[in-house]
């Protein structure tokens, strides 16, 4: 059986850290969760990166996917596609 690794697995620590930076820019520097400002370089560690719409659920692992998310964040929305999680969280 193979094992799946994911695009973001692939990557080593410098190309991670320029497609945190694409996404950092592109979210305005901030959660995509949350929304809160992200400081890249004090939250560097304090960072993921995961797909939107997981890929158990037919998204894809490409850029147009992936957002930028505080730690605390992810874990706090579980397996749910990372859209409804946002929503969830604006609600609370």
Do not use: W
């Not at 620590?13 to 809160?36: A, H, I, M, P, Y």
């Amino acid at each position: 059986m193979a094992v799946f690794r994911t695009y973001v697995a692939s990557l080593n620590n410098d190309e991670l850290n320029v497609l945190k930076q694409r996404l950092f820019q592109r979210q305005n520097k901030s959660c995509f969760l949350c929304g809160d400002e992200i400081d890249l370089n004090l939250q560097s560690s304090e960072l993921e990166i995961d797909h939107i719409i997981p890929i158990a659920k037919n998204g894809k692992d490409n850029e147009n996917n992936f957002a930028l998310v505080h730690t605390h964040c992810n874990r706090q929305k579980g397996p749910s596609d990372l859209r409804a999680a946002k929503l969830l969280l604006f609600f609370k």
